[in-house]
């Protein structure tokens, strides 16, 4: 069971250039979202997705794009990356619980971007 | 809107306990604590739903206070593995949006 996969785990771009994460799970989650972390810092909220066909956006969401075609996949896209994006990225999914909400969130292993 | 964890950072020495405060100015729904190692991907802990419910993992406890919109993560016995980073996590009510706290750095020393 791969659970949440990420790619890349690396990128270093320049100032302008746009780049796509992938992020994809195999556990049927109706919740996807992304996160970023910048060094030292905690998680912040950037899009997120209650199913296929619907995105909403998070804490943070200026500069990225979203979309959600099928249940297992959520791709962040960065318009015209610049050096204050730099940072970890995670995306992460679970199952809705109903009135109470989200369930467990499972992370994606992370990837680092640097913006040159 | 993001929650508030204190303490910011605490250091431990084995066998010592600690508490971890979340406090929210929104109302809360549930609330999830997570631990993350340096370089690592946050790794779930438990969840507390509404009803004042304590949840227990090993030595690891944790209380929620709707009214008060506060919950506390209790390490006991600490262990050299509960270093890390510690975030409550929280589903603003009323929308989907899912929210970390600031986050409690813990270190535990032998």
């Known amino acids: 069971n791969a659970g949440v996969t990420q790619t890349p785990k690396f990128q270093v771009l320049k100032t302008g250039q746009s780049m796509t994460l992938q992020c994809a799970q195999d556990m049927n989650h109706e919740y996807m979202s992304w996160y970023r972390q910048d060094p030292g810092m905690g998680l912040r909220l950037i899009h997120y997705?209650?199913?296929?066909?619907?995105?909403d956006q998070g804490e943070v969401p200026n500069g990225y794009n979203v979309s959600r075609s099928t249940t297992e996949d959520f791709p962040l896209r960065l318009l015209s990356a610049a050096p204050s994006q730099t940072s970890v990225y995670f995306c992460?999914?679970?199952?809705?619980?109903?009135?109470?909400?989200?369930?467990?969130?499972?992370f994606g292993e992370g990837s680092r971007l640097t913006v040159l | 809107q993001q929650p508030v964890q204190s303490p910011q950072a605490v250091i431990l020495r084995e066998g010592e306990d600690a508490v971890i405060n979340c406090s929210s100015s929104k109302a809360l729904y549930s609330v999830h604590w997570y631990r993350q190692k340096h370089g690592e991907a946050p790794v779930f802990l438990m969840i507390?739903?509404?009803?004042?419910e304590q949840k227990g993992h090993e030595k690891i406890s944790a209380s929620f206070n709707e009214k008060k919109q506060q919950s506390s993560l209790y390490l006991t016995a600490s262990q050299l593995s509960y270093s890390g980073t510690y975030f409550c996590?929280?589903?603003?009510?009323?929308?989907?949006?899912?929210?970390f706290g600031t986050g409690t750095r813990l270190k535990v020393l032998a």
């Open positions: 992460a999914s679970s199952l809705r619980q109903g009135r109470t909400g989200a369930g467990e969130l499972f």
């Open positions: 997705s209650v199913g296929a066909g619907i995105t």
């Open positions: 507390l739903l509404k009803g004042g």
């Open positions: 996590g929280t589903e603003i009510s009323g929308t989907y949006k899912y929210i």
